[in-house]
């Protein structure tokens, strides 16, 4: 592998990483707000992203390397509203797929076509992160009559992802 693909590989888990952070602060204020489906969805989210990290740290070990970990810094966790804690993470996600998409594009120039594949497989998955955020936002700030949002928690995690309810 050259040294531009595992940089660039790297980088990306490094985010992974970040965004697992972010998700279990905007759970863990959602807790906090006694938003408890939005808690269990956040948590399952921080989940699925360090898993991501571990797919491209395991995809360097294969490759006989050791990656690098990067230090990360702490994640937002002052949010306002649910609408602030949606909208951060439809920005996470959106810099998820930039990244994603730039770690592709040094792997095409490398011909690094083991990373390519990889790639494609978080691809993929973006459009799957973003469909979900694009819905969370227009879901929260369209619950603006009485009960709507308890409802909208209540509910959120089978809305999102079409999974069982929340408890």
């Not at 959106?94 to 592709?104: D, E, L, Q, W």
């Not at 009559?145 to 308890?150: D, S």
């Amino acid at each position: 592998m050259s040294p531009t693909v595992i940089t660039a590989l790297e980088k990306q888990a490094a985010h992974e990483l970040y965004a697992a952070q972010a998700y279990l602060a905007m759970a863990y204020w959602c807790d906090a707000h006694h938003y408890s489906g939005a808690t269990k969805f956040f948590h399952q989210q921080a989940g699925e992203e360090q898993t991501h990290a571990r797919k491209i740290y395991q995809h360097l070990v294969d490759r006989e390397g050791v990656p690098n970990l990067a230090a990360l810094a702490a994640p937002p966790m002052a949010f306002k509203t649910l609408l602030d804690v949606a909208q951060a993470a439809y920005s996470l996600e959106r810099a998820n797929t930039a990244g994603i998409h730039a770690a592709y594009e040094v792997a095409v120039a490398e011909k690094d076509y083991p990373a390519q594949v990889l790639l494609h497989w978080f691809i993929e998955e973006q459009v799957e992160e973003e469909a979900w955020s694009d819905k969370l936002v227009a879901k929260v700030r369209e619950a603006t009559c009485a009960g709507a949002l308890a409802n909208l928690d209540r509910h959120i995690v089978k809305e999102l992802t079409g999974g069982g309810e929340a408890e």
